[in-house]
């Protein structure tokens, strides 16, 4: 079992930043993918970033490239997402992920079998 939790979240005027965090606990975490995915209100939850186990693969949404930048460090077992240039559609409740050991660079959520509870992100225009 794997448990997962952030924080971070906020209100934040738009061209602000954020920093989110994600804290993992369990077996085998230096071996899983985690992502960041994100549901805004009325919407389907998507994708946003992952960063696999191995070292510098990492896979972005075009919506934020330029703009988030994610990393872990496995020796505090955590995944933050660092949001910059923030604009109001990204606005939603951020949820970071884990795939099961030895997982791929997956941008479906399907693939990810653990979830934390999400952190609210409100982007003021």
Do not use: H
């Not at 061209?15 to 965090?21: A, D, E, I, P, T």
């Not at 496995?74 to 951020?94: G, H, I, R």
Request: some cysteine.
């Amino acid at each position: 079992q794997v448990q997962l939790v952030e924080s971070g979240g906020g209100l934040v005027q738009s061209g602000g930043s954020l920093r989110l965090s994600c804290v993992a606990s369990g077996r085998g975490l230096g071996t899983r993918t985690i992502g960041w995915f994100r549901q805004a209100p009325g919407k389907e939850r998507e994708f946003v970033a992952a960063i696999n186990w191995r070292p510098g693969s990492i896979d972005q949404a075009e919506s934020v490239k330029g703009r988030f930048t994610i990393s872990r460090d496995n020796t505090k077992n955590t995944v933050d997402l660092q949001m910059n240039s923030l604009k109001p559609e990204d606005t939603a409740v951020y949820y970071c992920a884990a795939t099961s050991p030895l997982g791929g660079l997956y941008s479906s959520s399907s693939l990810y079998p653990y979830w934390g509870q999400g952190t609210q992100v409100t982007v003021s225009s």
